[in-house]
T-cell receptor, first 114, second 114 residues
Framework: EAQVTQNPRYLITVTGKKLTVTCSQN?????MSWYRQDPGLGLRQIYY???????DKGDVPEGYKVSRKEKRNFPLILESPSPNQTSLYFC?????????????FGPGTRLTVT | KNQVEQSPQSLIILEGKNCTLQ??????????LRWYKQDTGRGPVSLTI?????NTKSNGRYTATLDADTKQSSLHITASQLSDSASYIC?????????????FGDGTTLTVKP
């Protein structure tokens, strides 16, 4: 089954404790993105990757890191999490269609930083 | 500034009724406009995608329209069902060649009551 998977789905952590949220897709997509979703703010892009070893900042990259060493994986790293990073995080991958890129979202990771 | 504004913010309708959600955007240059359905706590799922040359696209009971001149789109839901209760998100992308550049609206929360 074609899908985007994220782990963990739920995470509660403390300020300053490094964490990684994994994202994997089995559709051989070149493009992958990370978003955060907060009430009243909609989905905002954190980072995206156009291919292996090619990444770029989105709209809200501060406090996050990413890497793309393999095509299928795109982990999101929080080196020193803070309470304002409490949010719902989505990974997405994209494939070209007829004049657009079809985007597929993962199930989400709900992160709480205390 | 690239923006996507959706209205209404929330909507309650009775099962079987029709409804129309609105999306106005100022994103430029325009590549494509998508409507997503997002169930609570889950990732968004694509309903329709329209490029510049398309002014209507249907997916079952969902019909999206696009007026690229006025930069407006609408999503019409026919014969609503309880399962239509969700958030509906309008997304506008700026470049075909860069799948990462998308602007998301805040969504319209639809509640369908029996």
């Amino acid at each position: 089954e074609a899908q985007v998977t994220q782990n963990p789905r739920y995470l509660i952590t403390v300020t300053g404790k490094k964490l990684t949220v994994t994202c994997s897709q089995n559709m051989n997509h070149e493009y992958m993105s990370w978003y955060r979703q907060d009430p009243g703010l909609g989905l905002r892009q954190i980072y995206y990757s156009m291919n292996v070893e090619v990444t770029d900042k989105g709209d809200v990259p501060e406090g996050y890191k990413v890497s793309r060493k393999e095509k299928r994986n795109f982990p999101l790293i929080l080196e020193s999490p803070s309470p304002n990073q409490t949010s719902l995080y989505f990974c997405a991958s994209s494939a070209p269609g007829q004049g657009y890129y079809e985007q597929y979202f993962g199930p989400g990771t709900r992160l709480t930083v205390t | 500034k690239n923006q996507v504004e959706q209205s209404p913010q929330s909507l309650i309708i009775l099962e079987g009724k029709n409804c129309t959600l609105q999306c106005n955007y100022t994103v430029s240059p325009f590549s494509n406009l998508r409507w997503y359905k997002q169930d609570t706590g889950r990732g968004p799922v694509s309903l329709t995608i329209m490029t510049f040359s398309e002014n209507t696209k249907s997916n079952g009971r969902y019909t999206a329209t696009l007026d690229a001149d006025t930069k407006q789109s609408s999503l019409h839901i026919t014969a609503s069902q309880l399962s239509d209760s969700a958030s509906y998100i309008c997304v506008v992308s700026r470049y075909y060649t860069n799948a990462g550049k998308s602007t998301f609206g805040d969504g319209t929360t639809l509640t369908v009551k029996p």
